[in-house]
């Protein structure tokens, strides 16, 4: 399969005319029809709706799209491969769950890049156990979750990451230098990461005084829930780390509970059982 006439074809879905993608391309516009029709003949499917100089995707089209913008892609990232400087600039993939990315990788890259500016950092977000996966497949060079086991990995801590219940401005439990409970119990709630290691102790607290929290919502992001509370949507349980900004501009505010011992989970770093400890990991496990 010709990459040009791939090429071609993608151009012209995005900038909507075989014209302009001539134009993209430094084609004449004959020369890019006959690319894209070269490609149809050779997939058998007609691609685009014409009607004289007028173009638009049809559903094949639609359907191959996808295909040609990842084979542009691969084939885009090889040639770069074979034309980097060999042993001048490293690679390195990191795996973080979201939260981690969005709050604590800001933090500590800029120093990291600053002692390895010839590093390639790539950073690769999902949930801990997305996360996971990506390091049990060699995805990844290393992971940084928040508190997940498995047989086939390696760990070590970075640090323990607090929960507290937080409100918003406001807020009547602000009146109180104490909350039980049994108070919280009957405020909105918004749960996240149903399920995790921090959503099961937190509702372990309620199942030690038989209640049942008043959940309102149920979301998979820290951002997410974090936000519903700013506005006012209720109250959540969420780790110190990602609430930072809002601490300090007063659009959030702890509230402390009665006898409620700590809450934290762990953030570690992980990478797989049995290989050489990924380079760099020590420069991130020491800050």
């Known amino acids: 399969m010709n990459i040009e006439n791939i090429e071609a074809f993608v151009y012209a879905v995005h900038l909507g005319s075989f014209v302009k993608a001539a ?42 799209l996808p295909y040609a913008q990842n084979i542009l892609q691969s084939y885009q990232e090889a040639k770069l491969m074979l034309h980097q400087p060999i042993l001048t600039v490293d690679k390195l993939k990191i795996g973080c769950a979201t939260s981690i990315a969005n709050f604590i990788i800001p933090e500590i890259l800029p120093a990291f890049k600053t002692k ?57 439990l602000l009146l109180n230098s104490q909350v039980t409970i049994e108070e919280v119990s009957e405020e909105p709630l918004i749960f996240f990461d149903y399920g995790s290691v ?40 969420l780790p110190e780390h990602c609430v930072k900004k809002e601490l300090e501009s007063g659009q959030l505010f702890r509230v402390p509970l009665v006898s409620s011992g700590r809450f934290d989970v762990k953030i570690d770093f992980i990478y797989a059982k049995g290989n050489h400890k990924p380079a760099y990991i020590e420069y991130f496990i020491k800050k």
């Open 198 to 237: 921090d959503w099961l102790m937190i509702y372990g607290l309620f199942e030690s005084k038989n209640l049942k929290p008043n959940v309102v919502l149920e979301v998979d992001s820290m951002e997410a829930a974090k936000n519903l509370v700013v506005n006012g949507m209720g109250i959540s349980f």
């Open 116 to 172: 390895f500016p010839n590093v390639n950092v790539k950073i690769l977000t999902g949930h801990s156990n997305d996360i996971l996966d990506k390091v049990l497949n060699n995805e990844v060079d290393f992971g940084m979750v928040r508190t997940v086991t498995h047989p086939q990995i390696e760990s070590e801590i970075f640090r323990h990451d607090p929960i507290g219940l937080f409100v918003p401005i406001n807020h009547p």
């Open 23 to 64: 134009e993209a391309l430094y084609l004449t516009q004959p020369s890019v029809t006959a690319r894209i029709h070269s490609l149809e003949r050779e997939l058998n499917a007609e691609l685009f709706h014409r009607s004289g100089k007028q173009i638009s995707i049809n559903e094949k089209g639609k359907s191959f």
